[in-house]
């Protein structure tokens, strides 16, 4: 079997071809002379065939990830139309969209371990040290608490105006966890553990109170959104850090800009999705809608998410019988 050392070296010459016509055509193939476009082509589906191998053959090498970004922006470059066709619309949401999402799984799946595990650590902790965990909420949170209330309650006056609040407040966080890669990524994973760490934190002094059910019947309708928004940012993030760490053969600009239009193409699904996820916040978490109904809600926003990353846009070959 070909090792991946070999695999590359044959073919890195026309990878850095491609690269380079991507980089000169800078998002529009009209600036490419006629020849280039036509070797663009070739060397696109190419460079296509070398991505379906090495993912067969070679799909936890970090080359693997490097020609997937090159495949997916010289993609971007060949079907390209003119920035108001409806046909390149429809593609980018049925195709290109969660065609990226997934391309990205390998640091989602990182950040939600940077976001889960501090979260199921501190949880434990804090229902075994109560008293030291309570220290680490604010002391208006520790007030509610002591008089054996939530602060979750939105006055149904208030509530168009907390919603683009709500909204406005969590696409900070989930840019700040994007925008965090370019610190190598530290910030991103600061930014999880330290908002893993708090949740946890307060779910555990929250049970210590015996008022968890009061607080999990409102995060039930919101919360599978909010929280798989948060990790996907979070895993666009680690993307870009991977890039500036491990650029390989390019230039970390090159890299970086090659990383970062996968990563934008995450970020433009999870900026919607957290505002849905804060209007459900703002007018039903807060409201006496029966239980079943948050649930119900919290499930089919949060599966219809990742329904949509993990089916469309994926072609399902048929096997023969």
Same mark, same amino acid.
């Given at each position: ?108 799946? #990182?950040?939600? @371990? $940077? /976001? !889960?595990?501090? +979260?199921? %650590? ?5 229902? &075994? =040290? ?42 900070? #966080?989930?840019? @700040? $966890? /994007? !925008?965090?890669? +370019?610190? %190598? ?5 600061? &930014? =999880? ?51 500036? +760490? ?76």
């Amino acid at each position: 079997m070909i090792t991946i050392d070999r695999f590359v070296e044959d073919r890195r010459a026309r990878w850095a071809r491609l690269g380079n016509l991507i980089l000169e055509a800078n998002g529009r193939v009209e600036r490419l002379a006629p020849d280039d476009v036509l070797e663009l082509g070739r060397l696109y589906r190419s460079a296509s065939s070398d991505l379906a191998v090495a993912r067969r053959d070679f799909a936890l090498d970090a080359a693997t990830e490097r020609l997937n970004d090159l495949v997916a922006a010289g993609h971007a470059l060949v079907y390209s139309e003119a920035p108001t066709s409806g046909r390149r619309l429809r593609r980018f949401v049925l195709h290109d969209l969660p065609a990226s999402v997934r391309s990205n799984s390998r640091f989602t799946a #990182v950040s939600f @371990a $940077a /976001f !889960a595990v501090p +979260l199921l %650590a501190t949880f434990a902790i804090g229902l &075994l =040290l109560p008293e030291i965990a309570a220290t680490a909420l604010p002391a208006e949170t520790r007030q509610h608490l002591a008089e054996r209330r939530l602060w979750t309650d939105i006055p149904e006056g208030y509530r168009p105006l907390m919603g683009p609040l709500i909204i406005v407040n969590n696409v900070r #966080v989930a840019v @700040a $966890a /994007f !925008a965090g890669g +370019l610190t %190598a990524g530290a910030l991103t994973l600061y &930014l =999880l553990v330290a908002n893993g760490a708090f949740l946890g934190t307060v779910l555990a002094v929250v049970q210590g109170y015996g008022l968890s059910s009061g607080l999990l019947t409102f995060t039930a309708a919101h919360g599978p959104l909010e929280i798989s928004c948060i990790v996907l940012s979070g895993g666009a993030g680690l993307r870009l850090g991977w890039a500036l +760490l491990r650029p390989g053969d390019r230039s970390r600009a090159d890299a970086l800009r090659l990383a970062g239009a996968q990563a934008i193409r995450v970020m433009l699904l999870v900026i919607p999705a957290l505002g849905v996820a804060g209007i459900i916040e703002a007018f039903l978490s807060p409201t006496d809608a029966p239980i079943p109904v948050k649930v119900t809600v919290g499930l089919v926003a949060g599966f219809g998410l990742w329904a949509y990353i993990a089916l469309v846009g994926r072609s399902f070959r048929k096997t023969a019988s």
